[in-house]
């Protein structure tokens, strides 16, 4: 990553050269996209995932426009979405026409929407891990003339020692449970089992190679070894126990942290990613590939308290996740910058500390970068996508869209 104060110092000057080309000052936080480190990203993720599709993670972008950007990249190809009524407007709105929502929806009245379009049904894919859910979306219906595509969310947790390291998500693991379930799915009018999602959080979402633990790092990567291990057994048993019941489309796996490991599966055919596009906070440190950082929030000094300590307006977009340092925004350019202790990043102000304090004025920038990626885009209406010194376009977020999913 380039990171160095030289590289952080010059980000500072182009980015705050690039907003002041606008014709009016934008209120903060200014949201920015650098467009350059989007493209790179994107070109690596299909690099690293050696020629199997990238399903672009929706829920890490929010910016219809960046969605698009992603898919318009050769080595893309659909969208893993965060509900029902977000994979409904992206299909609306033309974003897509592949879509697999990627949690279970209890959302009965964007189901009856799904349920009632038969061009909606045969573009969106629904995720299970419960015959109730199956009861849901067909509670919604008063016909099941339209089928429902539906794919199997299958833990993909590492167990070791009687413990479940990874997310607690789906409650199918054992072969016998989850062929159980595929064959509810098969064997019920109206539904099609289509596709299989491993989500190995616990390999694409921690951090690896942290500078000052070492030893913690060491133990991290080599968890990751064995989960991978494990969780390659157990996804080639599950894809031969389900062969004879349904032709899968689809074997969705990884994250932006795990491209490499799980495309190197047999039994995944797709990865997931829509973090390592913009690069926040948390994807720092990962062995497994070098970051660019591609979005950056800038919020206006308003208060010089003391010579060595300014105050920017803001600031208090703390990402969700186990509480922590490492879920607060990061000050970035001009580098230098630190949160403080006692107050950290604040909802009406933020005080910062370090060397470039005493050298900015009231009115100046500070770049931040946001823990997780597109939380940040929830904050916002509008996105500002900056190439090189210049804004070339100004697009709506989610929010911007008057949607909030």
Known sequence: ????????????????????????????????VDLDAFDANA?????RAAGKPVRVASKSLRVPA???????????????????????????TGVSDDIVVAYPSVDTAALARLTASPSAAAAITLMVDD???????????????????????????????????GPKRSPLFDT??????ARRVVERDGFRLVGVMTYEGQVAGVQDDVPDQRTKSLLVRRLKQASMAQLEVRRREVAEALAPLADLEFWNGGGSGSVEATAADRAVTEIAAGSGLLVPGVFDHYASFEP????????????????????VHGGGLIASG????????????????????????GEVQTPLTGHPAATLSIGDLVWFRHAKSGELFEHVRDVHLVRGEAVVDVVPSYRGCDRAF
């Open 1 to 32: 990553m380039s990171d160095s104060f030289v590289d952080r110092n010059r980000l500072w000057s182009r980015l705050g050269a690039a907003v002041a080309t606008l014709p009016e000052p934008p209120a903060t936080p200014i949201a920015v």
């Open 66 to 92: 960046l969605v698009r950007r992603a898919l318009d990249h050769d080595g893309f190809a659909g969208v893993l979405a965060f509900t029902v009524a977000e994979a409904l407007w992206l299909h609306e």
């Open 43 to 47: 070109d690596d993720l299909v690099r």
């Open 176 to 181: 016998a449970g989850i062929v159980a379930l």
């Open 131 to 165: 015959v109730a859910l199956l009861d849901v979306v067909d509670s919604t219906r008063a016909s099941r003339a339209v089928p429902v595509r539906v794919a199997l969310d299958v833990d993909a947790g590492l167990r070791l020692g009687g413990q479940h390291i």
């Open 292 to 311: 660019r950082p591609a979005a950056f929030f800038g919020l206006r000094v308003s208060r010089r308290p003391t010579p060595q300590v300014v105050t």
């Open 322 to 345: 186990p509480t922590g340092a490492d879920r607060s925004p990061v000050p970035w350019a001009p580098p230098g910058l630190h949160l403080t202790g006692l107050e950290g990043a």
